[in-house]
């Protein structure tokens, strides 16, 4: 495993970070726990979860990836190798189980750190997130910023207030955010610079081969700045593993199972993973590795967030590490890229 440091601290986490959404859905307890054994023992030391998951989101499901991990902590006693990450769910309308006021007030910020610590079985996260903008800002299936009525008022240096009181008492060590735009980060970057109010460490958005987007603005910052993409989708819900060109089944694919979710199924996307997949196979490699590659080698990119439902997925995902992709190859990516830019909104 290689590691890398959480910006602005002397936190040492795997480039590869253990994704877990699927705990509690696609997979049972005992498959979380046999992924959580399975990446530690391969070097991983950072898992991410959030109190909205297992994906999708239902009030039948809802904390059940929490809960997983924390009879994992409880059972095995490694809450102190594991550096843990997990998110407060912004508005949506389709979360209202999670609480009454689904914002980043001061009582939906206690309540959900506080639910979160009990079912993880911990008393800190060492990486708390802001899942969702509170702002209409940022949606799947949205390239741009759209001018929209929008009711939220600049609360920026509140939700930093509030969330350093936490890491006072050692509720939470670190922050970031998640799902966010150039100008949200700027914003939390502002008020901590000139209020004194901690700083966003990470931000956890979708990155992959068919999703560059951030590319446009947010590497920027991160790159001057000196904050660390945590990237999602990375294998674009397993489009990019290649395993959809050829026609066959797959009945427990995350797509297969939740049509809702459509972001990677445009013929667009199809036609890129099919071209990328020949430069993978022209060069040795799984369409797999080279997409996890180009992803763990970009420099902005502090840890790639990955989500498998067997360990044969899991083991050939975390090899991906030892991949390291020549000039050649990513020339021969951004050609493709240049014809068929960012073909996932």
């Not at 939220?152 to 509140?158: G, L, S, T």
């Not at 009945?251 to 036609?271: D, G, H, M, V």
Request: aromatic content about 10%.
């Amino acid at each position: 495993m290689k590691y890398t440091s959480l910006p602005n601290t002397d936190i040492k986490v795997s480039k590869i970070c253990l994704g877990t959404m699927t705990f509690g859905e696609q997979n049972t307890e005992a498959e979380g726990h046999a992924q959580m054994d399975f990446a530690l023992d391969k070097g991983i030391n950072f898992f991410d979860t959030a109190e909205m998951y297992s994906v999708p989101g239902r009030k039948e499901t809802y904390g059940s990836t929490e809960k997983i991990i924390g009879t994992w902590f409880k059972k095995s006693g490694n809450r102190d190798k594991v550096i843990l990450a997990s998110k407060i769910a912004g508005p949506n309308p389709g979360l209202s189980y999670i609480r009454e006021n689904m914002d980043f007030s001061p009582a939906s910020i206690a309540l959900s750190i506080e639910k979160s610590l009990t079912r993880l079985q911990t008393d800190y996260i060492d990486l708390y997130q802001l899942h969702w903008p509170e702002r209409k800002a940022n949606f799947f299936g949205q390239r741009i910023f759209k001018v929209q009525e929008d009711a939220w008022q600049d609360n920026i240096h509140a939700v930093l207030e509030t969330l350093e009181t936490f890491i006072k008492q050692g509720k939470i060590n670190h922050i970031g955010i998640s799902n966010e735009t150039p100008w949200g980060m700027m914003r939390y970057l502002e008020e901590s610079k000139y209020h004194n109010l901690p700083r966003i460490k990470t931000i956890q958005n979708p990155y992959s081969l068919l999703s560059r987007l951030f590319e446009n603005g947010s590497s920027e910052i991160c790159m001057r700045e000196n904050v660390g993409l945590l990237a999602y989708s990375p294998l674009a819900f397993g489009v990019l593993s290649g395993k959809f060109l050829s026609g066959a089944s797959h009945p427990k694919a995350r797509i297969t199972l939740f049509p809702q979710f459509s972001r990677y199924n445009s013929t667009q996307c199809a036609e890129a993973t099919k071209q990328y997949q020949e430069i993978a196979h022209k060069n040795g490699l799984s369409l797999t590795q080279m997409a996890l590659a180009f992803v763990n080698q970009q420099p902005f990119v502090t840890s790639n967030i990955i989500g498998a439902t067997t360990l044969e997925q899991l083991e050939e995902n975390i090899n991906s590490i030892d991949v390291t992709l020549t000039d050649e190859i990513i020339r021969d990516i951004n050609a493709i890229h240049n014809t068929i830019p960012d073909p996932a909104p």
